[in-house]
């Protein structure tokens, strides 16, 4: 490969960037897609000189501004591919703009897996880590937890490589920067040889699920559920490694359940329960006891990610692994005891503490929950009393989801705020990489 920098191509402010969601939009003053590195820091330098600031967007799977700008707004577009594969290491590095999909499929294609990954294949490795996209399991966390060696460009232009042993201050915080750091280039994930998966999902009542969830969180290396508001209806999905033989899900089973079902049926019942909100428990009812068993045994990929076709708001919090049944019992009384009308499942994950310094795990096995509804609902109410709940256990927002804490509530909820913050001033002291949400989240 040539060392030669390609230069950036720049582009005039084209037409305003919207995230998946819809509900957050950006006017860049101008639009570059750098295919190497070294096109990336000519970009960044560039708006310096420019006084404009930078931020990259990846798919827009955020619900947050977090990467809007009025400046320059970097799309990783042409900034993609696999670039080594270290085998003696363990080890595959990517290009930022990669989208999961590539990574996983070209990984699955060397005979390589992650080891955990999230429940969509849409975004980008660099917005994914950046933001503390996470799935759920036992004994291994995030996405970001899983980084190795990050390469990143600073507010100087510069480019500078982390590690645990190279600039081990920064890659604590790097990994999971919320693009406030500096631009991510490269990430070199820890891979494993490609192994199997069996999948159990089955239905169960959320009273059984809450009595059961320690056991079922520490029993499976990976398990989570989604509860129907409105009912006391959850599925339950429980992954764990597998001996084979491979037994995936038939074409046309799985098309039916995770295209026609999933999305198109929910599709269609959403869109009713935002036209007349009243129907929304009678179809929660329909959707909970329609719920039936499957077990398959496949390549990780095909088992932790699904087709997320129906588009909806999110909001996320973190708690203490202890507080997770006192309040998902606290969430369910405040939907059954008000005139809320709640049409998208509550999603429950789990994970272990890691040691990274803004993550959501940081420090303390997490219980994570997450509430959804149907983009175009009215969300506020629903969410502003879900959060509500979770601030009232300690709940440490999703960097890439809904909230309304801002940096005086979050630093008395990560311990190593200040810690993340020194390093912002000293990495980006004249806020290249800034933005209004970001002031907000972190401070000035």
Not at 211 to 228: I, Q, R, S, V
């Amino acid at each position: 490969m040539s060392t030669r920098a390609a230069r950036p191509s720049w582009g005039p402010a084209g037409p305003t960037w919207r995230n998946w969601a819809g509900n957050v939009t950006a006017a860049p003053l101008r639009t570059v897609a750098p295919s190497t590195t070294e096109g990336l820091a000519e970009a960044v330098r560039r708006a310096v000189e420019d006084g404009l600031t930078v931020k990259a967007a990846g798919t827009g799977h955020s619900f947050t501004p977090v990467a809007t700008t009025e400046g320059v707004l970097i799309r990783p577009d042409h900034l993609t591919g696999i670039r080594r594969i270290d085998r003696a290491a363990g080890t595959v590095s990517v290009a930022a703009g990669t989208p999961l999909w590539r990574l996983n499929r070209g990984l699955a294609a060397e005979g390589l897996s992650l080891t955990n990954m999230g429940d969509i294949m849409e975004q980008t490795v660099s917005g994914a880590i950046g933001t503390g996209t996470h799935g759920t399991g036992r004994d291994s966390g995030s996405l970001a937890a899983q980084v190795r060696e990050l390469e990143m460009v600073l507010a100087d232009g510069s480019v500078l490589r982390c590690s645990a042993e190279e600039n081990p201050d920064v890659f604590a915080a790097a990994r999971i920067g919320l693009g406030a750091l500096g631009v991510v280039g490269e990430v070199t994930f820890a891979v494993e040889p490609l192994f199997l998966l069996t999948a159990r999902e089955e239905p169960m009542r959320l009273d059984a699920v809450l009595a059961d969830f320690e056991e079922l969180a520490t029993g499976n290396e990976h398990f989570e559920f989604y509860w129907f508001p409105h009912t006391d209806r959850c599925v339950t999905k429980r992954n764990n490694r597998s001996a084979g033989p491979l037994d995936p899900l038939p074409r046309l089973g799985g098309w039916l359940s995770d295209e026609f079902l999933s999305n198109g049926v929910f599709q269609a019942a959403c869109s009713v329960g935002r036209a007349v909100p009243a129907a929304v428990p009678g179809i929660a009812g329909v959707a909970g006891r329609a719920l039936s068993a499957r077990t398959y045994t496949d390549i990780p990929y095909r088992v932790f990610t699904s087709p997320r076709r129906v588009r909806f708001v999110e909001m996320e919090y973190a708690l203490p692994r202890a507080a997770a049944v006192a309040a998902l019992r606290d969430l369910r009384a405040v939907v059954d005891g008000s005139d809320l009308r709640v049409n998208f499942p509550v999603e429950v994950r789990v994970a272990p503490a890691d040691d990274i310094t803004l993550s959501t795990a940081s420090g303390r096995d997490t219980v994570y929950v997450a509430a959804h509804l149907y983009r175009g609902t009215p969300y506020q109410r629903y969410f502003t009393a879900v959060e509500q709940i979770m601030v009232a256990y300690d709940g440490r927002p999703h960097w890439g989801k809904l909230h309304s804490r801002d940096a005086e509530y979050l630093a008395g909820v990560h311990p190593r705020f200040g810690e993340f913050t020194a390093l912002r001033d000293r990495l980006d002291p004249d806020r290249v990489f800034a933005n209004d949400h970001l002031r907000r989240v972190l401070g000035d």
